[in-house]
């Protein structure tokens, strides 16, 4: 079947088990899923850069297909996360790079519930790779696109700690706020930085690198909402714990402004840094292939 009406169906398909919206979705908010991977194919150059450019719409729309399926495949929500504080403490370059590694240091059991988020994103990666050489176009896009949700998950900072909605620390509900609520309501903001695709020499060593270093970022993200909430009630603050969907209007006066103010260029720099990364790895997982021409 010729390719855009297979990813048609796919899209068709995943959409409608889906429901027409997921529950608290846990991922930054749709359209940063697709401005992350929207802007990784203008910044990939050569053959496979065209290629991905007359194919973006694709790449785009199922940026958010892996949140879509968490709602009814519950096994999916690990590869969304790591917890790293269950792993060791920082800078946890001890950490197995590999999964199986991991598993006998961590137990077997145990990776499931504290998130597997890098090792799925190396994983995903080298399957990207072995579809280009295996020359499946259809899956290459879909993995593509795949893969651009975890790297975005994986630069936000609250996917990478076992304090993921704040409530260690006294910042109950920042996960949706900051990542959708904040994220969408500035989105027009956003002017994303003119970057140069990087070359992956160790494709492990930089995957937990930059998972590592989106975790040294809690602090500054905690304290921007700390200070945010500062001159809030109770109850105004009982009021910041939010769905997804709720109206920007409803929440305490300048909250939110404040909260931008504190982690607004934190947001934006992760997200340069996802789209950058992701062209990077899909350019690696290519050459790693022997550089194979895309379908005319
Ligand atoms: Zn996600």
């Known amino acids: 079947m010729h390719l855009r009406r297979r990813l048609v169906l796919l899209t068709l398909l995943v959409a409608g088990l889906a429901g027409p919206v997921a529950s608290p979705l846990w991922g930054w908010g749709f359209p940063a899923h697709q401005r992350i991977n929207g802007r990784a194919v203008e910044l990939l150059p ?18 958010v297909d892996a ?4 709602s009814y495949s519950p096994e999916e929500r690990p590869s969304h ?8 403490s920082g800078p946890y370059d001890s950490l197995p790079h590999q999964r199986r590694d991991a598993e006998e240091k961590f137990g077997r059991e145990n990776l499931p519930k504290w998130g597997t988020l890098p ?21 290459v896009v879909v993995l593509s696109a795949d893969l651009g949700h975890f790297i975005g998950d994986g630069h936000q900072p609250l996917h990478t700690t076992v304090n993921y909605d704040g409530k260690d620390s006294g910042n109950d509900g920042i996960h949706v706020m900051f ?18 695709i990087i070359e992956i020499k160790h494709l492990d060593e930089a995957v937990f690198s930059w998972l590592i270093e989106a ?17 809030l009630s109770p109850k105004q603050q009982g009021a910041l714990i939010v ?54």
Do not use: C
């Open 215 to 231: 975790h040294g970022l809690l602090d500054h993200l905690l304290e921007a909402d700390t200070k945010a909430r500062e001159s």
């Open 119 to 139: 090792w799925h994103v190396t994983g995903l990666t080298r399957s990207l790779s072995q579809a280009m050489r295996a020359g499946e176009w259809e899956r």
């Open 46 to 63: 050569g053959p496979l850069g065209e290629y991905f450019m007359a194919h973006r719409n694709w790449l785009v729309s199922l940026a």
């Open 243 to 296: 769905r997804f969907d709720t109206d920007p209007a409803t929440l305490p006066r300048d909250y939110l402004d404040d909260l931008y103010a504190g982690a607004g260029q934190l947001a934006w720099r992760q997200m340069d840094l996802a789209a950058i990364r992701l062209a990077s790895l899909w350019h690696w997982a290519w050459l790693e292939a022997g550089s194979p021409a895309p379908p005319s």
């Open 179 to 196: 990542e959708t609520l904040m994220v969408n309501h500035y989105m027009q903001r956003y002017r994303p930085a003119d970057l140069k």
């Open 81 to 88: 996360y790591i917890d790293f504080e269950y792993y060791g």
């Open 67 to 70: 949140d879509r399926r968490k």
